[in-house]
């Protein structure tokens, strides 16, 4: 048996491209005797591997303009989103906030 801890496998390149070998690199892992942990930001890519792999995320709370986290996992996939919150934190323009907010609710 063999570990395989990977960070966001493929960052760098397209999008779609990412999450194809994502996919095909972690289900050929996925299938030998390996233990397999793998991080992602790409939801997309937590839906196809949903029946092969066990899923779990962090979560953090937003306190006195802080991120904190708990460091506890849990189960599933987690559905929020906190990027633009940290441009929040760190001062970035209300526009650029707006703008931010607007396109990701309209997507």
């Known amino acids: ?36 942990l793998a991080s992602t930001h790409d939801l997309e890519l937590t839906e196809l591997l949903a029946s092969e792999y066990n ?16 460091y506890k996992l849990k189960a599933g996939v987690l559905k929020e989103r906190n990027a633009i919150r940290i441009l929040e934190i760190n ?5 650029v906030i707006r703008e931010a907010y607007r396109v990701v609710n309209n997507s």
């Open 91 to 95: 001062g970035y323009p209300e526009a």
């Open 1 to 36: 048996p063999r570990l395989y801890l990977l960070d966001e496998l493929f960052k760098g390149t397209n999008t779609a491209e990412r999450i194809a070998i994502s996919k095909a690199v972690l289900s050929f892992l996925g299938r030998g005797n390996n233990i397999v």
């Open 55 to 70: 899923l779990h995320y962090f979560t953090e709370t937003v306190q006195n303009g802080e991120l904190l986290f708990d």
